[in-house]
């Protein structure tokens, strides 16, 4: 999706829209990164002020994926640092949502991978390991599933339930 805006992408699959496998999210992410246009295949994890489990998932080959990640929408802590999108980009990720915030925010930006979080917040994360990787989620009103395809660029985020051919 090189070439093609997300909002070219609306305009030209309206019937996707109706049926509801391409929806867009609502809004409510701020750009970091220096890739703000991102796509891929989707992973969904499910945490909450805990970045154990997004650490794992940014320790492996990313092939291109996008991690999409349902923080809970919390306020209170960062889940994600410079240090796993340093590593996610070594890794071959092409970008990470956060429903929730991130630290770091000059090392993430120097990073070549696209990146959406709420805000960002100074304080750490808990480290426990709890969350549920690979379930739907629901963020920024749309459910996500794993294996999903996500579409990213400045205009927004989209989701679709099959992989585009634009």
């Not at 093609?4 to 409510?28: F, K, Y």
Request: charged share 20%.
């Amino acid at each position: 999706m090189a070439l093609v805006t997300t909002a070219e992408v609306c305009d030209a699959n309206p019937q996707l829209i109706v049926s509801g496998e391409l929806r867009a999210l609502q809004p409510i992410f701020q750009i970091y990164g220096r890739r703000p246009v991102f796509s891929g295949p989707i992973v969904t994890l499910k945490v909450f002020e805990d970045n154990v489990l997004i650490r794992e998932f940014l320790e492996e080959k990313g092939n291109g994926r996008v991690l999409v990640v349902d923080g809970g929408g919390s306020l209170r802590c960062a889940i994600l640092g410079g240090n796993p999108v340093v590593q996610a980009q070594n890794n071959g990720w092409a970008g990470i949502v956060v429903n929730g915030c991130v630290r770091d925010v000059d090392e993430i930006n120097g990073c070549d991978i696209g990146v959406r979080a709420l805000h960002s917040h100074p304080m750490k994360a808990n480290k426990k390991g709890i969350g549920e990787k690979h379930v739907p989620i629901t963020i920024a009103g749309t459910r996500i599933c794993d294996g999903e395809w996500l579409y990213a660029d400045t205009d927004g985020i989209l989701i679709s339930k099959t992989e585009l051919s634009v």
